[in-house]
Every structure is written in C-alpha cells, then in structure tokens.
Nanobody, 119 residues
Framework: QVQLVESGGGLVQAGGSLRLSCAAS????????MGWFRQAPGKEREFVAA???????IYTQSVKGRFTISRDTAKNTVYLQMNSLGFEDTAVYYC?????????????WGQGTQVTVSS
C-alpha cells in the first residue's frame, strides 16, 4: 500500500521557520516528481513547490526565496524548508507524488499537515 505521510507542521510566529517532511512508502519514488501543495480555508488547493526525478525544482512565485524543497531519494522522503513565514502561508500542506508533472490530479497524496502562522 502506497502512503505519503507528512510531518513537521505546527504553530509558528510570523517571520519564523518550519521544516515539513514527507515520507513515502509502498513503492520507490525515485523516478517520480514529488512536491507540496497547500490549501487555506475557503480557498482552492494551490501548488507550492516540486522536485522531479532529475532534481529540477520549481516554486510558486509567492514562496521563491523563502521556501526550499529537497529530497532524499534513498529515504524516499521530500522536505520543505519554510523561512520568513507570513500569515498568508497559513494552510494545510499536502505532499504529492506523480509520475510526470505535479498537478492537483496527482496520483498520490498525503493526509496533510497544518501550518498556522500567528502574530
């Protein structure tokens, strides 16, 4: 059974940092794109960052320079280092994996982890 399990979310003050992890199991994802989406209350799920099998990385504009995505292929794990967090970053963050490009129709999803940025 394939599973993506996120961890590392929580409550953080504005300007602070968090590191999210997504541990994948049930198959190898070395030739998959993996990444992160987020969904704020009342809003649609939106793309945050992705890293593909060759290490190519893409970010949504609003997180460039603040968030860093990385992956440890041997551990089947992807990370999201989030710095300089602002109120607009408050959301449930979802890990995703897909054979090709990550979209909201990606094949595999985690259950989500809450990130709340407070004053």
């Amino acid at each position: 059974q394939v599973q993506l399990v996120e961890s590392g979310g929580g409550l953080v003050q504005a300007g602070g940092s968090l590191r999210l992890s997504c541990a994948a199991s049930g198959r190898t994802f070395s030739n998959y794109a993996m990444g992160w989406f987020r969904q704020a209350p009342g809003k649609e799920r939106e793309f945050v960052a992705a890293i593909n099998w060759s290490g190519s990385i893409i970010y949504t504009q609003s997180v460039k320079g603040r968030f860093t995505i990385s992956r440890d292929t041997a551990k089947n794990t992807v990370y999201l280092q989030m710095n300089s967090l602002g109120f607009e970053d408050t959301a449930v963050y979802y890990c995703a994996a897909n054979r090709m490009v990550l979209t909201t129709a990606s094949q595999y999803w985690g259950q989500g982890t809450q990130v709340t940025v407070s004053s």
